[in-house]
């Protein structure tokens, strides 16, 4: 068993429709749940995360982060499901090389796979000028399809990413084609689609997101500060 202090997940209050389930702080809530280790969460506005308080915690005054009691407070998602996997020894396979290369595959998730994803996520629900997200579109899903079609090779005909379980790889990746969720893109490849559902299918997961979505039901645009949906303006 390994010591811990008290834990808090530091999340939003509320987020738009279209982002709720894809928050970032639900990696770290996976994680924590993968490896049975008890957290509270507090939850934050839009005013909160702009304070110099928190931008001492978090350089990008961004979610998620992760304090805890007798140690220092970590950020960025794939650092601390990172630092959670090495420090239980969870979500990490025994064999040395297969957890080095676990590891290569937490930071190609959000390296070599997020960036490409999210600019189809940009041009589907983020840039405002519909014009300019039209004339974009094409180019944005022509690279999110190329990296899921090399991650679909990588994967092949295996249940997990790397080794014979799940793994922080597969967490991460995982949580990573969320980023595209809008799109259904991942539907076009039937082998990363099983795997994904293999991978949300895990009660951590679906307990983590569960957790989320009850918070932001609990609470509205008005919570995070602002007038309204900012997606309905
Ligand atoms: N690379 C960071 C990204 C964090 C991030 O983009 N967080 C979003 C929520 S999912 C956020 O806080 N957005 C509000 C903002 O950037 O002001 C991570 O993985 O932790």
Redesign the pocket.
């Known amino acids: 068993m390994v010591e811990h202090g008290a834990l808090t997940v530091i999340g ?1 209050k509320w ?1 738009p429709s279209f ?1 709720q389930g ?4 639900h ?1 770290v809530r996976w994680a924590l749940r993968e490896v049975g280790w008890e957290y509270e969460v507090e939850l934050i506005d ?1 005013a909160h ?1 702009t304070t110099p308080t928190y931008r001492a915690e978090h350089p ?5 982060l992760l304090r805890e009691d007798g140690r220092v407070t970590l ?4 650092g ?1 499901v990172l630092d959670i996997a090495e420090r239980t020894g969870r979500m990490l396979p025994s064999d040395k090389n297969q957890r080095a290369l676990a590891k290569c595959w937490t930071y190609a998730a ?1 390296n070599s796979v997020e960036p490409f994803l999210l600019e189809l996520f940009f041009a589907d629900m983020m840039i405002e000028d519909k014009e300019v997200a039209r004339g974009y579109r094409p180019h944005a899903e022509k690279f999110a399809r190329d990296r899921l079609d090399k991650l679909s090779v990588a994967l092949g005909d295996r249940d997990w990413l790397v080794g014979d379980e799940f793994s922080i790889a597969d967490l991460m990746t995982a949580s990573v084609s969320k980023v595209s969720e809008n799109s259904g893109l991942i539907n076009d490849f039937p082998n990363l689609a099983a795997w994904r559902e293999r991978c949300f299918a895990r009660p951590a997961f679906r307990d983590s997101i569960a957790e989320q979505l009850a918070e932001y039901e609990r609470h509205g645009p008005a919570d995070m500060g602002w007038d309204q949906d900012p997606t309905k303006n």
């Open positions: 939003l987020v982002a894809q928050v970032r702080d990696r839009g995360m990008f005054g961004q979610v998620p950020f960025e998602s794939g601390i959000l």
